[in-house]
Nanobody, 129 residues
Framework: VQLVQSGGGLVQAGDSLKLSCAAE????????MAWFRQAPGKEREFVAA????????YIGDSVKGRFSISRDSAGNTVYLQMNSLKPDDTAVYLC???????????????????????WGRGAQVTVSS
C-alpha cells in the first residue's frame, strides 16, 4: 500500500499550488484522508481532512480561507488546493489515510495525526517572500 504524492515546489508569496495524493495497492474510498505539514524544528501540524463521502471536511485554523481539500469521484485521490501562499506555509506536506472505514466516526479526532496509519513520503513546498 502506498500513498503517492505529487506537486510541491518553489513558489512566490501569493501564488497557488495544488498537491495530489493517490492511493495504490488498496482502496481508501471509504476512509478519511488528510494533509499535514511539518516545518524544520516544528511539530507536525494538521492542515485538512476529508471524510469518505467528501461532504465533510476540516480545515486547520492557520490555512482556513486559503486552502481546500477534495477527493476524486473514485475516492482514491485526495487534493490540497493552496491559494494565497505565505512564507509561513513553507514545510514538507504529507498526505495520510486512515486504516479503517470512517463509518459514523467522523469527528474532530480526524485532525489528529494519531488517527492515520498510512503516510505519503512528503512533498516540499517552499514559499519565497
Amino acid at each position: 500500500v502506498q500513498l503517492v504524492q505529487s506537486g510541491g515546489g518553489l513558489v512566490q508569496a501569493g501564488d497557488s499550488l495544488k498537491l495530489s495524493c493517490a492511493a495504490e495497492g488498496r482502496s481508501f474510498a471509504d476512509h478519511a484522508m488528510a494533509w499535514f505539514r511539518q516545518a524544520p524544528g516544528k511539530e507536525r501540524e494538521f492542515v485538512a481532512a476529508i471524510s469518505s463521502s467528501a461532504a465533510n471536511t476540516y480545515i486547520g485554523d492557520s490555512v482556513k480561507g486559503r486552502f481546500s481539500i477534495s477527493r476524486d469521484s473514485a475516492g482514491n485521490t485526495v487534493y490540497l488546493q493552496m491559494n494565497s501562499l505565505k512564507p509561513d506555509d513553507t514545510a514538507v506536506y504529507l498526505c495520510a489515510a486512515d486504516s479503517v472505514p470512517v463509518g459514523t466516526r467522523w469527528s474532530a479526532r480526524f485532525q489528529s495525526h494519531y488517527e492515520y496509519t498510512y503516510w505519503g513520503r512528503g512533498a516540499q513546498v517552499t514559499v519565497s517572500s
